[in-house]
């Protein structure tokens, strides 16, 4: 069984800064990609940023050059640094995981964990 724990959301005020962190535990032989998601009230759920296990990254448009992404692979931990926030960040973000246990690999998702930017 492996799970997805994702913490550091909040509420924020437009220009300020989250960290968010997404744990894996489990039986985890290893971790390929992770990925951060986030869905807005209304919206469909995006793609937000994503890190590769050789720590390539790539991210959406609409995010780039405010938000990093970085994992620690000791810790099966995914983090993303969002900074410059804005009221259209707002949204519910989920992380997920390419991640190899014994039966196989499969993709995991978290449970949410909300950002609210407003003043």
């Known amino acids: 069984q492996v799970q997805l724990v994702e913490s550091g959301g909040g509420l924020v005020q437009p220009g300020g800064s989250l960290r968010l962190s997404c744990a894996a535990s489990?039986?985890?032989?290893?971790?390929?990609?992770m990925a951060w998601y986030r869905q807005a009230p209304g919206k469909q759920r995006e793609l937000v940023a994503a890190?590769?296990?050789?720590?390539?990254?790539n991210y959406a448009s609409s995010v780039k050059g405010r938000f990093t992404i970085s994992r620690d692979n000791a810790k099966n931990t995914v983090y993303l640094q969002m900074n410059s926030l804005k009221p259209t960040d707002t949204a519910v973000y989920y992380c997920?995981?390419?991640?190899?246990?014994?039966?196989?690999?499969?993709?995991?998702w978290g449970q949410g964990t909300q950002v609210t930017v407003s003043y």
């Open positions: 997920s995981g390419s991640i190899v246990t014994t039966r196989g690999r499969s993709d995991y």
């Open positions: 489990g039986s985890i032989f290893s971790i390929n990609a």
């Open positions: 890190i590769t296990s050789g720590a390539s990254t």
